[in-house]
């Protein structure tokens, strides 16, 4: 009956153990991925044929490509800023 026992609580996994494990997605955050997106749909969107107005429309056509990506730039910059005031919020609360 001992034996029964050991074999069955030494299968079982301790919660401190798994708890100390990471995932490897553990660093991937909601604004990492999401500015990965706007960069690769900023590129996919300047190399592109297809845009909002032809480029062979003499002014008009450069301006939509540098408006979108000015506006990616600016998205990626918002959310990596975001990020790293989030980081900042939490390094201020634990030292002070």
């Known amino acids: 009956m001992a034996d029964v026992q050991n074999s069955t609580q030494g299968s079982a996994q301790d919660p401190a153990q798994t708890a100390n494990t990471k995932s490897p997605l ?15 749909l900023v590129v996919v969107y300047g190399v592109s044929p297809v845009d909002l107005v032809n480029d062979l ?3 008009l056509g450069y301006i939509d490509d540098i408006a979108v990506a000015i506006a990616g730039i600016a998205t990626i910059a918002n959310l990596l800023s975001q990020r790293k005031q989030a980081k900042m919020v939490g390094r201020e609360t634990i030292q002070g």
């Open 26 to 40: 553990a660093g991937i955050t909601r604004n990492k991925v999401i500015a990965v997106v706007a960069a690769v």
């Open 57 to 59: 429309v003499p002014i």
